[in-house]
């Protein structure tokens, strides 16, 4: 009578807890129990590692098999577990040793020839391995991404045969070294919008102080032309935010190209998409698309179309940068720290204030499609502009705008003395810490109440408009925040929706 004791990881949110995997062969008559799994996934898991084990010539033990995954109240998706339980199987039988069992850790889930199959959450699992100082045993199709984890050891294998020769000692498995992945410039460039100043203006004021920016314009100005533009001028990421972004992504099968590692995502889902997989959902929970933009940006075209149940939980991760998800008594939180550019048309046709003058919609129409948006979420958008329709003669007289790479650098030394003044970007100042940040005059602070109660600001937005002039103070280069910044900064509240 033997016991086998593996490691594992389980995933819960962003975390990824120990799962013990405790394999015991006794006498008695044959049987095979998996304890710690939810049933239903119990016997898919016993049919494949059994399967396995058979195609692999091991010999599944005689007598009554019992494999016991730890805690037992854990989140756990049983695919995983297949290595880890057959290599306890083996160990308890003594088909292959355990001395070095104690410092690995397996997951991967079994195909029916033993050959290793990928699975989700790699990264997130190999910094817990290497936290508690263990090697990890992946499947190959996994490792690229295992392997982002400063220093963890990621031994990357593609069948339970390669595990087994590793554990005897006959050909062990060499640390996974990424090799240099391609880099990809896939955003496009700026300088492929013509005219549009003013959206241009304030797409770099979003980049520069991480801001949310709502444009309102006519299809086929390039709104979406300049959203997918702004990870291209956005400042790199810091090392901590490329890991935990890839963490995030790595969590939804086939989210993470290991190859993009360190470009910030930009997501688009369509209108159509439910709450679910819009903030995260399904059982167990994985994350949705305003994490998958986790430091990245969250691109909603035709924002009103959006279900108004749908936008309204946007509110909550907008302020906090996390959501909470609940699911059949599982709990599971991700963050979603994005960046928010939404586009809609000024009209239900579209073609409000277009050249052509074909928009013949009613004010109490364009009134009520613009209130599909609630105020409080308008209120969370630090900039609306508007992006109008050139006629074909304008159009073809503007100049194309500048490159990304000349805007990118400017944002870059406007987002450095942010952090280094107050160590987060100006978006993400509260109350008490934007007031310091401005050391603006008092004329200043009375041309903003001034414009407040003409345009019945909320709180909320007088402190949006103080952070906007903030940014566009330290793309001046300006130490305080003059009545300059601020007047440029009420005129991107002008366009909102009333
Ligand atoms: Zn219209």
């Given at each position: 009578m033997r016991v086998a004791t593996v490691f594992s990881r389980g995933l819960s949110g962003l975390e990824a807890p120990l799962v013990r995997v405790e394999a015991h062969v006794g006498g008695g008559l044959p049987q095979f129990r998996i304890v710690g799994l939810p049933d239903t996934e119990v016997k898919e898991a016993r049919d494949r590692v059994r399967a396995a084990l058979d195609t692999s010539r091991f010999r599944f033990p005689d007598g009554r098999v019992t494999v016991n995954l730890a805690p037992a109240d854990l989140p756990k998706?049983?695919?995983?577990f297949d290595l880890p339980i057959a290599i306890g199987i083996l160990a308890a039988s003594q088909q292959v040793p355990d001395r070095e069992l104690a410092t690995l850790e397996f997951a991967g889930e079994l195909g029916l020839a033993g050959e290793l199959r990928p699975i989700r959450g790699a990264l997130a699992m190999t910094f817990g391995a290497h936290r508690d100082g263990r090697a990890f045993v992946i499947p190959d199709a996994a490792a690229a991404e295992a392997s982002l984890a400063p220093g963890a050891r990621v031994l990357a294998a593609r069948s339970l045969l390669d595990v087994c020769a590793h554990l005897s000692g006959a050909a062990p498995l060499s640390p996974y070294r990424c090799t240099a992945l391609p880099r990809r410039?896939?955003?496009?460039?700026?300088?492929?919008?013509?005219?549009?100043h003013q959206a241009r203006r304030a797409l770099e004021i979003a980049a520069a102080g991480g801001h949310s920016l709502l444009m309102i314009g006519p299809p086929g100005t390039g709104k979406t032309m300049l959203a997918s533009r702004l990870a291209s001028i956005l400042p790199p990421m810091t090392s901590d935010e490329a890991l935990e972004a890839a963490a995030v992504q790595s969590l939804a099968s086939g989210a993470f190209d290991p190859s993009r590692f360190g470009e910030r995502a930009v997501r688009s889902p369509h209108h159509t998409a439910s709450g679910a997989a819009l903030v995260g959902g399904s059982s167990p929970p994985r994350p949705g698309e305003i994490s998958l933009a986790h430091h990245g940006v969250l691109f909603l075209d035709e924002f009103p179309e959006f279900s108004h149940r749908v936008l309204e939980v946007l509110r909550e991760p907008l302020e906090s940068g996390r959501i909470c998800i609940s699911r059949a008594a599982r709990q599971a939180e991700f963050p979603a720290r994005f960046q928010l550019v939404a586009a809609m048309n000024p009209c239900p046709c579209g073609?409000?204030?277009?050249?052509?003058?074909?928009c013949k919609c009613t004010p109490d129409n364009v009134q009520r499609y613009r209130r599909r948006i609630s105020g409080p979420l308008l209120d969370r958008i630090d900039l609306h502009v508007e992006v109008p329709a050139l006629p074909p003669s304008q159009l073809k007289r503007a100049a194309r705008g500048e490159r990304s790479e000349l805007v990118a650098e400017r944002v870059k030394i406007a987002r450095a003395k942010q952090l280094a003044r107050q160590?987060?970007?100006?978006?993400?100042?509260?109350a008490t810490q934007c007031e310091a940040a401005c050391a603006a005059d008092d004329s200043v602070y009375e041309l903003l109440v001034q414009a407040a109660s003409q345009l019945s600001f909320s709180a909320r937005a007088y402190f949006r408009v103080l952070r906007v002039a903030r940014t566009i103070a330290d793309l001046a280069g300006c130490e305080r925040v003059l009545e300059g910044h601020v007047a440029e900064a009420l005129g991107y509240r002008g366009a909102a929706p009333t």
């Open positions: 998706e049983s695919g995983r410039q896939s955003h496009g460039d700026l300088s492929d919008v013509r005219g549009q073609y409000l204030g277009h050249f052509s003058g074909k160590a987060v970007a100006n978006a993400r100042l509260d």
